[in-house]
């Protein structure tokens, strides 16, 4: 302003920052004009102020937005090379350098075509150009594309590249964006080499063969397939290959094979396929996944193999084998269970008339005759069952219905339950509704229905579990729930837990008995009684629940139910070292007393592995070793038993409810000394010891 104010000449669009009083600094544009009198003579000066603050956060994005361009333009590893209107190169970018062999300083000014274009190129570039300048049209604009480019030593190269136009206020320029695909151009080498040796293969092998994208959608079909289907690829390719399967397959076949797409997992199925000359064929196929080096699905490869005449053969030899259908596969089950399930319970019964024979009346006679009644019991109902079934089978079953009360059924099929609960440590709880329920139903089936349901929940119940019967009144319906901690249910065999001998557990480390039936019982007994059963399971390990749902006849009224625990133990400690080893205490303990009224020191397991670990606390002279045990069955514990510092040193005894050849070949090679099959012959027991340890 001084300078004005002492030459008169005015200041225009000065720069300066004006300090507001809170301390920050504005940016203005300031114009400085002169005053003068009627001499010409400066006598003062206006001064005007335009803000800029909005001018000057614009140009600092610029700034930025350069700086990051330029950032891009050098560290980007694709080649960027920009020339103007006459084809000269302005820009040649680190990665270009790299690219090409140049250095960036000996190619500015240099003519685009002689520095990258091979010469068989060059006149078309110079015609593409030309034609732009004419007339504003470039067919190559914006278009990905591949060519050959000359690298500085001559050599030239495929590469892929755009080419953009960039306006300006003169004559245009132009960018190129180019990347060496050499490697590219190997790899698909290979690629086609690979296919075209797939396909001669695929086209020569007897199969029907085809190949299919990641998502099922088959693409290529081998010239088998053509051959025999009489069709093309325009009708067969994606999901046409339906047309030749036959109709009675085809929903499964898309099923699993849509599962196959979905999970990655082998595809295998069999099923007929349609011939040119309209008849169906059996063709085994499969499919397997490709995957990439991740592990991803890229691609399926799958065949149809005619087994036409196989399955003719396979079908003629299942008629001639008739005799071992389905149904004789279970019998024939049913039978060996049976067997084994009869020996088990008469084993205890054997071991306590021994024990009352030998004892005649003290002590260990009353505890003897206690298992005697449990296992006698278990023997009729095994009976019952097989009897009612029967009956059932043939509608020979009638109900003795009349009007009575729920809670007195319950109560007896509690209380008939409650000794095998407390026998293998099984907590039983049962809650009914104060207000007494009423049915139409048959008091001693009902009881029947609850009992094959508690004994059911007891057998798969480790000790230590629990099981809870509730009662109550829903809907019109009375609803009996029996739920329990034990073993659980399988997912897959929820659908037949009340098929006829269906058997959850049928390992040798199975820790209960039965015959499979009691389930079926339940569900034909409640039918008659026209009500229903269902059953639930979260998985193996994780209990399940039994509901049963029953018309009420009328009203209700409170009732009571009273719970009574039964125990009894008997221990003794004598000389002989013998270990007896049974999932069936009853069994366990009647033999041990026998043992140890021979004189015998005697300890007790009721799985594998307390088995191999008493062996190797106890150091027993002789074990009498159960096959069908929980944790670890028989045969494995007797081969750890064996591997223990003084194993060989032991006895071993199979003392099994399985006789069977098999079974004594499995117990001799797991390295037993005998096998023998329960009820036991206790002369013949102390003969075989006699002679396998002389000096006992």
């Known amino acids: 302003m001084l300078d004005v104010l002492r030459t008169g ?23 400085f004009a002169a005053l003068k009198n009627a001499q010409g003579e400066v006598t ?21 937005s350069d700086a990051r361009k330029t950032a891009m333009f ?48 060059r006149e078309r570039h110079w015609q593409g150009m030309a034609h732009y300048l004419a007339t504003g049209e470039g067919p190559i604009l914006n278009k990905r594309l591949e060519l050959s480019a000359l690298r500085a030593d001559g050599t030239e190269f495929p590469v892929e590249f755009a080419v953009t136009s960039i306006p300006t206020d003169g004559q245009p320029q132009f960018t190129a964006y180019l990347r060496d695909i050499t490697e590219r151009r190997q790899m698909e080498e290979k690629v086609r080499e690979s296919e075209e040796r797939f396909r001669t293969l695929a086209n020569s092998i007897s199969q029907l063969a085809w190949t299919a994208d990641e998502k099922g959608y088959i693409y290529w ?38 599962h196959s797409w979905d999970s990655g997992e082998v595809w295998e199925d069999t099923f007929p396929l349609r011939g040119r000359d309209g008849k169906y064929r059996w063709f085994l196929s499969r499919a397997l996944p490709i995957r990439n080096a991740d592990g991803k699905v890229v691609q399926w490869f799958g065949t149809n193999t005619d087994v036409t005449a196989e399955r003719q053969m396979a079908d003629e030899l299942g008629q001639l084998a008739a005799d071992l259908s389905e149904t004789d596969r279970r019998k024939t089950e049913f039978l060996a269970m049976l067997a084994h399930e009869l020996r088990n319970p008469l084993a205890p019964i054997r071991n306590a008339l021994e024990i009352m024979r030998l004892t005649e009346g003290n002590a260990s006679t009353s505890a003897a005759a206690a298992m005697m009644e449990r296992q006698v019991g278990q023997l009729v109902r095994l009976v019952d069952d097989l009897l009612d079934v029967s009956r059932i089978s043939r509608g020979k079953i009638e109900l003795r219905t009349g009007r009575i009360e729920l809670a007195s059924s319950v109560n007896h099929a509690v209380e008939a339950a409650r000794p095998s609960c407390e026998s ?79 058997q959850a557990d049928t390992s040798l480390e199975r820790t209960s008995g039965g015959l499979g039936i009691g389930l079926t019982l339940v569900r034909n007994l409640v039918e008659l009684h026209r009500g229903t059963v269902e059953v639930s399971s979260e998985g193996l390990g994780r209990g399940s629940e039994f509901i049963v ?32 080893v049974d999932d069936n205490v009853d069994s366990a303990e009647s033999l041990a007393m026998l043992m140890k009224l021979a004189g015998n020191e005697v300890e007790m397991a009721h799985d594998g592995l307390e088995a191999v670990r008493l062996a ?66 206790h002369p013949e027991l102390n003969k075989l010891l006699e002679s396998l340890l002389p000096s006992a």
């Open 74 to 121: 050098e560290t980007t590893l694709d080649s960027i090379i920009s020339i103007d209107h006459e084809g000269t190169i302005i820009e040649f970018n680190a990665a270009a350098e790299r690219t090409f062999g140049h250095r960036r300083e000996d190619v500015l000014g240099r003519e685009l075509a002689e520095v990258i274009i091979p010469p068989a190129y």
């Open 424 to 502: 293998g440590g099984v907590e039983l709880k049962a809650t009914l509704p104060k207000p007494p329920i009423y049915l139409n139903g048959d008091p001693a089936r009902l009881s029947q229905i609850i009992g094959n349901l508690l004994n059911n929940a007891c057998k798969f119940t480790d000790r230590g579990g629990r099981i809870d019967l509730d009662v109550e009144r829903t809907n019109g319906h009375a609803v009996i729930r029996v739920r329990d901690t034990g073993i659980g249910i399988a997912e897959s065999q929820i659908p037949y837990v009340f098929d006829m001998f269906v």
């Open 221 to 258: 079909y081998n010239q088998r397939w053509y051959d025999y289907t009489g069709t093309t690829l325009e009708e067969m390719q994606g999901w046409g290959w339906k047309k030749v399967y036959h109709p009675d397959h085809i929903d499964r076949v898309v099923n699993r094979l849509q």
């Open 549 to 580: 749902r029953l018309p009420i006849l009328d009203e209700s009224y409170a009732a009571e139910t009273s719970q009574e625990p039964a125990n009894d133990n008997a221990t003794a400690v004598l000389k002989r070292r013998v270990l007896v």
């Open 9 to 31: 000449v005015p200041a225009h669009n000065v720069e300066v920052f004006i300090e507001r009083p809170d301390g920050s600094r504005l940016p203005v544009l300031v114009n």
């Open 44 to 64: 003062g000066a206006i001064t005007s102020f335009i803000d800029i603050t909005e001018r000057k956060r614009v140009e600092e994005k610029l700034r930025e």
């Open 616 to 681: 190797l606390e106890f150091r027993p002279d002789v074990v009498l070793l159960d096959i069908g045990l929980p944790k670890l069955n028989g045969y494995e514990a007797g081969r750890k038993i064996r591997e223990q510092p003084s194993g060989s040193e032991i006895i071993l005894i199979a003392l099994t409810g399985w006789g069977q050849e098999e079974d004594r070949r499995k117990s001799k090679e797991a390295g037993f000394n005998a096998h023998i099959v329960k009820p036991v012959d």
